[in-house]
């Protein structure tokens, strides 16, 4: 069966650095773009991050340029999202998603693949604390 499963996520002061994980079970991340989304409590989910198949684009929203970087990892099957800096604002709990054949990664694949992808996991907490 399809799974993504998020991971990495904890609770840090304001200024540190988290990695989640994107993980792939029973299948291969290899043909997907994969999308990092975050929902705050009480807040619409919110796209994050794109990197696409073949990792040669990657897409940051505003609030993060500079502070997240988004890779990936075929042959451990893992996407990962690396978080320096991190903000109060920064606190939710963090989905990873995949667009099949995403090639180009830019503001309205978030769009796109919120609305399409089927197999939403449990997340991971991020919490930025003083």
């Known amino acids: 069966q399809v799974e993504f499963v998020e991971s990495g996520g904890g609770m840090v002061h304001p200024g540190g650095s988290l990695r989640l994980s994107c993980a792939a079970s029973g299948f291969s991340l290899e043909h997907y773009g994969i999308l990092w989304f975050r929902q705050a409590p009480g807040k619409e989910r919110e796209g994050v991050s794109c990197?696409?198949?073949?990792?040669?684009?990657?897409y940051y929203v505003d609030s993060v340029k500079g502070r997240f970087t988004i890779s990936r990892d075929n042959a451990k099957n893992t996407v990962y999202l690396q978080m320096d800096n991190l903000k109060p604002e920064d606190t939710g709990v963090y989905f990873c998603a995949g667009g099949i054949s995403t090639v180009l990664c830019r503001a309205p694949t978030f769009e796109v693949v919120g609305r399409r992808f089927p197999y939403w996991g449990q997340g991971t907490q991020v919490t930025v604390s003083s």
């Open positions: 990197i696409s198949m073949y990792g040669n684009s990657t």
